[in-house]
């Protein structure tokens, strides 16, 4: 495969061209339904929206002179929101570095003693497991010093890598580069950071483009066993794209193509709120993603997350049990985590998580019951 960005970033797959042709003839009728899905309860912390990406299928970025930074004090608000509401993960996103631009923004961090987002997101994480919730966080691109900076107070990282094709709608003078993404999420692998990723459907990407793109995840999973999980996303129309939102046949394609390409340890996520989850049970979906009680979808803010009964219906419909997760999948926890007697980290996740989820406390008490 050729993948815009790879040579730059000395990234190598091994992915026969066998492999694509098998998988762009796979449809949901060969998969199979999962046996449960799985959710996990969280609180949306927009930590800033400045990026330096314009994709036209965003809303979440402002321009510079618009775009926000939230404070210390407005985060742990948040986070004491939704430990009292039951949550268990605090998922932080932003757009990726913000670039010169954003001049306002690195005046902040400056003000605050941090010379960029990164360093800054590691103080909000340890402000999230001081207040009891789990750190996700959701930077975008980072280096592998970045992402060492801050993986030790993360239970678990994300980043999505979207497509491996060049698209359009990624177009401009700061377009993303695909190669850029397939390095973040092999960076977390060699720093063994539980991993969420996926694939965006809808963006210009054309149905070869979507099996590379799943291949690749899969080859870096094969390497360093560290992907959670897979969502599966379709744009959704909104006041930036009005190419359409993505149909129900095509999500359904995808989604069992996700399914077949992937190994079983590994996820298949659909958002509640952007996908006929319904409609797509059949095809291997197993898990519908961080839903949060307490705050909006800030990515897609015209989509309302929808409510535990509402999970539970769609569980009903698929004649499915659905369970509560932590952001961080049990597979990757050391021994003892569920009765609170593990002591230090393991090769995925840090004593200072480990400590918080044995922790006699509030916070730990509602981590463990997730668990049972």
């Known amino acids: 495969m050729s993948i815009p960005g790879a040579d730059e970033y000395d990234v190598e797959l091994s992915i026969p061209e066998s492999d694509v042709e098998r998988l762009l003839q ?53 986070v004491r929101t939704g430990a009292d509401a039951g949550c268990t993960e605090a998922l932080f996103t932003f757009g990726d570095d913000p670039d010169e631009r954003y001049t306002e923004i690195h005046d902040q961090l400056t003000a605050w003693g941090h010379d960029s987002i990164h360093t800054y997101l590691r103080e909000v994480c340890e402000i999230a497991l001081d207040e009891g919730l789990l750190p996700h966080a959701n930077p975008g691109d980072q280096t592998r010093a970045e992402m060492a900076a801050v993986a030790d107070v993360n239970a678990s990282m994300g980043t999505m890598l979207e497509t491996t094709a060049d698209v359009q709608a990624h177009g401009g003078p700061r377009a993303k580069s695909p190669g850029q993404r397939l390095n973040t999420i092999r960076n977390a692998g060699e720093l063994g950071v539980p991993f969420t990723t996926g694939i965006l459907v809808g963006i210009g990407e054309d149905w070869r483009d979507r099996a590379e793109s799943l291949l690749a995840i899969g080859d870096l999973h094969d390497r360093y066993d560290h992907v959670q999980e897979v969502i599966v996303q379709p744009v959704v129309e909104n006041e930036r794209w009005r190419n359409g939102s993505t149909g129900v046949e095509t999500l359904r394609r995808a989604v069992a193509m996700a399914r077949h390409a992937l190994p079983p340890e590994v996820s298949v996520q659909v958002p509640p709120n952007l996908a006929p989850a319904r409609e797509v049970l059949d095809c291997g979906v197993d898990d519908l993603g961080g839903v949060s009680p307490v705050t909006d979808d800030h990515v897609n803010p015209d989509y309302e997350w929808p409510g535990l009964r509402e999970l539970e219906a769609i569980a009903e419909h698929g004649d499915v049990p659905l369970a509560e997760r932590l952001p961080v999948y049990e597979r990757y926890l050391p021994d003892g985590v569920r009765d609170g007697s593990a002591s230090g980290g393991n090769e995925w996740v840090s004593e200072r998580i480990v400590a918080a989820l044995t922790a006699d406390d509030a916070a730990g008490e509602r981590y463990r019951a997730v668990l049972d």
């Open 26 to 78: 796979v449809g949901p009728e060969d998969v199979e339904p999962a046996p449960e899905l799985t959710f996990a309860r969280n609180v949306f912390i927009p930590l800033t929206t400045a990026c330096r990406y314009t994709c036209t299928y965003c809303t979440y970025y402002d321009p510079p002179g618009q775009a926000t930074l939230m404070s210390p004090e407005e985060v742990r608000d948040v």
